[in-house]
Nanobody, 120 residues
Framework: QVQLQESGPGLVKSSQTLSLICTVS??????????WSWIRQPPGKGLEWMGV???????YYSPSFKSRTAISRDTHKNQFSLQLSSVTPEDTAVYYC????????????WGQGTQVTVSS
């Protein structure tokens, strides 16, 4: 059973960079044809896909976040991470990491989510 766990600061100040880590257990982030995403949900809004890193380390970002987002990975620790720069209170959200097989639309595993609040 694959498990994903987000970790990072719960409170970030405006203009700073938010850094989150997703630790994966029960499976490898280099498993062929798997993609590892960051998704967030602001209060009262729907899910927003932010970006993904694939099994072969390719990255893709939502145009909404591309200019200030970076996703990377550490294969030794079986982790992938999110950096979101120049945050504002509008970046307050629950941040999730999730995995899916490339070519399949639905996600098969999700982390429990981590609340991040950006203070002004």
């Amino acid at each position: 059973q694959v498990q994903l766990q987000e970790s990072g600061p719960g409170l970030v100040k405006s203009s700073q960079t938010l850094s989150l880590i997703c630790t994966v257990s029960g499976g490898s982030i280099t498993t062929n044809y798997y993609a590892w995403s960051w998704i967030r949900q602001p209060p009262g809004k729907g899910l927003e896909w932010m970006g993904v890193i694939t099994y072969d380390a390719s990255t893709y970002y939502s145009p909404s976040f591309k200019s200030r987002t970076a996703i990377s990975r550490d294969t030794h620790k079986n982790q992938f991470s999110l950096q979101l720069s120049s945050v504002t209170p509008e970046d307050t959200a629950v941040y999730y990491c999730a995995s899916r097989r490339i070519g399949v639309s639905s996600y098969d595993y999700w982390g429990q989510g981590t609340q991040v609040t950006v203070s002004s």
